[in-house]
């Protein structure tokens, strides 16, 4: 199966192609070289368009636990938002949390080909894979969540060689299928079960001694070593708190140069200053941003209206359990591993505290320089459904727009924010380094994410329409390893995509400590914990990917 | 015009626009639902003062109230609504919450409604408890001795203050003994008060004062030792003047009251010693309503 | 005018329930009776023409009549603001959902969910009724906010559940787990009530006219007797009903126990003495 795409704008970053027009050729799901010889057996004319690779979120729950406690608790969502069978698709419901397959379909039809669960508890893995696997047509992965796991913990406060803990993350990580390593407020959930309601960098969890700087060093160090390609993936302390601004930034200093994503940064960007002890900190954050180059971050925008958000950061989704709305929440304490909390919520634009979140998304997308180090997220369902991500581009890419949206909210949050003197607008090349070339990079993917030979055929083409939001909402053809998915924003064909791993090194001998620990504390045995690439590629749907470690890894047993 | 000997003035009573509503207060009997609406329209003769004006309309027996207990019918008026909110709110929160065995609803319905009881369900501390019945909110706050019930809600009229006559007579007696006479025939008229003590009120006044601090003064024309010192509106064989203050609900009612008791002082007539009836008035600049007296007892 | 009457045919007898919903006074207003007959009902996972299951007859959409009614006719009601549905013989589930005025008058059983989240208007069941009467559907805060419920014969389990506001009045028995979760508004029950009553109840009132042959729960505190002055009020607005609430004397003296106290424990129950 040979294909052309004839005379797109191709849009490149990984190899800087910025608009040239130039031919595809596909050949069994694989982008390759202009055959010599063979005729096509399809051609498509894309003159005119913009061609891009298949868009990549590197940061939305669209699986495990968390996920479904949040499709439970809101009937309303499911009603209010019905999809009906169709010959091709099957039925599915949500708005901020989609049912599985509904939120496979809506990716696809937004031009992604791929999305990453970022906080898979080990010990809920197998039920996160379950449901990727049930995501059909785009390219999922997870990072295995740490941090708050007494096993840890126990190293830790044992003070166990980095070695040791190297070994113990990369067992985790192999045995959880994950891709990458994710901390969600360093030691905070477990400190949150020894009744510490807040957790500060340096703060101690009263019960192992360790700190929340502690936890991140040896985990960032772990993954550096390890040769994971996507660096530690952080939710830091103290998120929504007003003034974590500082703390942001000293987790930022603090991880010695070490390579670190730290993720939703705006709900970790507040300052106190004004009336209401709420303002805003990106451009401090930027600025350190710029400055450190071992940091990467993605934005965690809010946009107005309902959604859910559903975080393992139990302590912090605890305090923020008044603002409920509706009225209910779920926090909850999962074994040893970690906890969660799922707590409705609804952004308002008259709300001073909302818009200025809002603004303040907005600041750290146009003052952080390099479209290679931020990348666009609402952190799906937390900020805004993934839906709205269209909407986010144009506001990125049109100062008007922007600016129009930003004169109807709370007029006192407008006086807070710079926003409006921000002349900043993204270009196409830095929506597809930010949402394509970047995003694979940073996840570690290395045939995803671009156009050039021997990449994967993840083809998005859009019609290039000055309403960026149009545009990015209806792409006109997308192609999954070189499967025509979507036509004129419709879906037209239900493929399925590879789950992404990596499998870092490891010695067999941290399961003599495992093993007796699993038997004691945890529900299930060992041997049941570790997932079998079988279960996630036997029925022929699903299949594995390992993705190549970084060159110069320390372990090579 | 002239009935029993009584000169009725070609003049008129000038009154205002005010808003009011009506309260029902029950009790466990009738002595303790006067007790309570008593209290409730007592330092309520004028709202120059008082900021509102307001009198007990009538007892109620058991079966017109809807507790089924003795009841009271109390109207209160105030200039505007959120005057009279804040008169009924405090008025109720200090006289009929306080007072035993009460409760309290609203007596009217209107096309606006004003908190009755509304607020004073916050005096339960959260042990208060709504209860809708027939699509009105009823309040229960527990309080000593059971349970204060009381209406969320009552309805505001727009009603008409300040309709009044003036008795000239030749003493102070006749002068008192007629407005008596007068106050129990209107008492029987649904929908009005005389908010003045017993309904009568000596003092009337006139806008305007030497003093600057004050705006009404006195009413000299009407003062019967000061014939020989001003421009006097008295003959020589008046002695005493007093004036009955109505308000209603409607312009016809204050007519239908001012009619009642105007026949009342002439049916005592000359021979009792009256002589003319009388009307308090700025000119006619200043209030919509006139009371014509010929006209009223045409 | 005639009332609008849909008889239920017998042959071919549903297999599967049939979504009522579009045959309201609200839905049908304007519509003439071949566009009534025209509409598509859903039955299981396809939709079928009115008149298919159906005999449709009369005109008047504000007297709309369900003869030869059947446990299988669900949403009847559904979302009415106006207008009166008869229905001859049992219905299915969610009669009188999200009702917010007019009338709706079984003369039959009811399935589940009887005037779930209704808001106003009045239904009344000469019969019995299933589980979650007034109730919210599963993972809603909020069961009914208003009107009223009377039930003739027994009410199933959960009577009330979530229940915000309004009134039902049940003139036999109540089920187990009547009044649970109750947020607030009134249940009257003049026979014997079911296990478990008003468990978790926050606000609202439970009026029994006996004791519970159960008893009262342990999470209920005895709060004594004493003469509550809103009751007169109460059985002065059961008068214009066509109920034997009707006919109950009215009384003011009663026993009160407050509850549950597991929870907020501002909900009452009330027991004549």
Redesign the interface.
């Known amino acids: 199966m040979l294909m052309k795409l004839t005379g797109g704008k191709i849009y490149d970053p990984a190899h800087g192609i910025d608009g040239e027009v130039r031919d595809i050729y596909v050949r069994d799901g694989r982008i390759v070289e202009r055959p010599t010889d063979v005729k096509f057996d399809q051609e498509i004319d894309v003159r005119g368009k913009v061609v891009m690779a298949g868009a990549i979120d590197m940061h939305t729950h669209i699986g495990g636990g968390k996920v479904n406690i949040a499709r439970t608790m809101l009937p309303e969502d499911h009603a209010a938002d019905v999809v009906a069978r169709t010959e091709l698709m099957r039925s599915g419901c949500g708005h901020a949390a989609p049912s599985t397959l509904t939120a496979g379909y809506r990716y696809a039809e937004m031009g992604y080909t791929a999305g990453f669960e970022p906080a898979i508890l080990p010990i809920n893995a197998r039920q996160a894979h379950m449901e990727m696997h049930d995501t059909p047509i785009i390219d999922k992965g997870g990072y295995v969540m740490l941090g708050s796991d007494d096993f840890l913990l126990r190293m830790m406060a044992a003070n166990n060689d980095q070695e040791a803990i190297n070994n113990y993350v990369a067992w985790t990580m192999n045995h959880s299928h994950a891709i990458g390593v994710k901390v969600v407020n360093p030691g905070g959930i477990n400190a949150f079960k020894f009744n510490q309601r807040k957790l500060d960098l340096d703060e101690k969890n009263h019960y192992y001694g360790v700190t929340p700087r502690e936890i991140l060093l040896r985990l960032a160090r772990a993954v550096k070593e390890l040769g994971v390609p996507h660096p530690l993936h952080v939710h830091g302390c103290n998120l929504g708190v007003p003034g974590n601004l500082d703390t942001t930034i000293n987790t930022m200093e603090g991880i010695e140069g070490l390579p670190m994503h730290m993720t939703h940064i705006q709900f970790h960007s507040y300052g106190t200053e004004g009336d209401f002890k709420f303002s805003s900190g990106s451009a401090q954050i930027a600025e350190q941003i710029n400055k450190h180059k071992n940091i990467t971050v993605d934005v965690g925008q809010i946009l107005f209206g309902q959604t859910v958000t559903a975080s393992g950061d139990n302590m912090r989704q605890h305090a923020a359990h008044p603002h409920a709305h509706p009225n209910k929440w779920v926090c909850m304490d999962i074994e040893c591993d970690a906890g969660c909390g799922v707590l409705p919520f609804k952004y308002k634009d008259q709300s001073y505290v909302n818009a200025l979140q809002w603004m303040i998304g907005l600041e750290t997308f146009l003052m952080v320089d390099d479209p290679w180090r931020v990348f666009l997220t609402t952190d799906h369902p937390n900020g805004a459904p993934f839906t709205s991500y269209p909407h986010l581009i144009k506001l990125l890419m049109d100062k008007t727009f922007r600016n129009d949206v930003l004169s109807q909210l709370h007029p006192e949050a407008q006086k807070a924010s710079h926003l409006a003197s921000l002349d900043r607008e993204y270009t196409l090349y830095e929506i597809a380094i930010m949402t394509r070339a970047g995003a694979a990079k940073l996840v570690g993917l290395a045939d995803r994410g671009h156009l050039g030979v021997g990449g994967a055929a993840d083809i998005t083409v859009y019609t290039d329409n000055p309403d960026r939001e149009k545009m990015f909402t209806t792409p006109d053809y997308v192609f999954k390893d070189g499967n025509m998915v979507v036509k004129d924003g419709h879906l037209i064909d239900v493929t399925w995509g590879t789950t992404h791993v990596v499998k870092p090194n490891y010695d067999i001998s941290i399961e003599k400590q495992l093993k007796p620990y699993f038997d004691r504390y945890h529900t299930q045995k060992m041997g049941n914990f570790k997932i079998s690439d079988d279960e996630i590629s036997d029925d022929g749907r699903g299949s594995i990917t390992v993705q190549p470690l970084l060159l110069g890894a320390k372990y090579d047993y | 015009m002239i009935i029993n000997g009584v000169t009725i003035d070609p003049t008129f009573a000038e009154a205002f626009p005010m808003k009011g509503t009506r309260i029902i207060i029950t009790a466990h009997n009738a002595k303790w639902a006067m007790i309570s609406a008593q209290a409730f329209t007592g330092f309520a003769t004028s709202v120059i003062a008082c900021g509102c004006e307001a009198g007990i309309e009538r007892e109620l027996d058991p079966s017109e109230t809807?507790?089924?207990r003795h009841g009271v019918a109390v109207l209160i008026f105030a200039m505007g609504g959120k005057g009279l909110a804040k008169q009924v709110e405090t008025r109720a929160g200090q006289c009929v919450l306080t007072s035993p065995t009460s409760?309290l609803f609203s007596g009217i319905d209107g096309e606006i409604e004003m908190a009755l009881g509304q607020n004073l369900r916050f005096f339960g501390d959260?042990?208060q408890?709504?209860?809708?019945?027939?699509g009105k909110r009823?309040w229960?706050i527990p309080v000593m001795d059971?349970?204060f019930?009381t209406q969320e809600k009552t309805g505001v009229v727009s009603s008409v203050g300040g309709g009044n006559f003036l008795v000239l007579a030749e003493s102070q007696a006749q002068a008192l003994a007629a407005c008596e006479a007068a106050i129990e025939q209107m008492r029987k008229i649904p929908n009005v008060i005389m908010p003045f003590p017993g309904g009568v009120v000596r003092s009337g006044s006139k806008v305007g004062s030497k003093y600057k601090a004050l705006n009404a003064s006195t009413n000299d024309a009407f003062c019967p030792t000061l014939k020989g010192q001003t421009n006097s509106d008295l003959s020589p064989e008046v002695e005493s003047v007093m004036e009955i203050v109505i308000d209603g609900l409607s312009k016809e009612d204050i007519d239908k009251a001012m009619r009642v008791g105007i026949q009342a002082v002439c049916d005592l007539g000359a021979e009792n010693g009256i002589r003319r009836i009388s009307a308090g008035n700025y000119g006619g600049k200043l209030g919509p309503f006139h009371f014509h007296l010929q006209e009223i007892m045409a | 005018m005639s009332a609008l009457t849909f008889t239920l045919k017998t042959a071919p007898a549903l297999v599967q329930r049939i979504d009522c919903s579009a045959l309201t006074s609200d839905a049908l207003a304007e519509k003439s009776l071949k566009d009534i007959a025209e509409i598509e009902l859903q039955t299981g996972n396809t939709t079928v023409r009115a008149d298919s299951v159906f005999d449709i007859s009369g005109d008047d959409v504000n007297n709309i009549v369900f003869v030869n009614s059947s446990d299988k006719l669900d949403f009847v009601g559904h979302s009415m603001t106006t207008g009166k549905i008869t229905v001859e013989g049992n219905v299915g589930a969610y009669t009188g959902i999200f009702m917010d005025g007019g009338n709706i008058e079984v003369n039959g059983d009811t399935g589940i969910y009887t005037a779930c989240e209704m808001k106003s208007g009045q239904i009344k069941i000469n019969g019995n009724t299933g589980d979650f009467v007034g109730g919210a559907r599963p993972g809603r805060k909020n069961g009914m906010t208003g009107g009223t419920v009377i039930i003739t014969g027994n009410s199933g389990d959960r009577t009330g559940d979530h229940m915000r506001r309004g009134m039902i009045l049940i003139e036999g028995n109540a089920g187990d787990y009547c009044a649970a979760r109750m947020v607030s508004g009134t249940i009257a029950v003049l026979g014997d009530t079911g296990a478990h009553l008003a468990y978790a109840m926050k606000r609202g009132t439970v009026l029994l006219t006996q004791t519970p042959s159960r008893g009262i729960s342990a999470n209920f505190n005895d709060c004594g007797s004493h003469t509550l002055a809103f009751l007169p009020l109460l059985f002065a607005s059961f008068a214009k009903l066509d109920s034997k609430f009707a006919q109950v004397e009215s009384f003011s003296r009663v026993q009160r126990y407050a509850g549950d106290l597991a929870g907020i424990g501002m909900g009452e129950i009330l027991v004549k003495i």
Do not use: Q
């Open positions: 809807p507790d089924g409760a959260g042990f408890i709504s209860k809708m019945i027939d009823y229960r059971g349970e019930l």
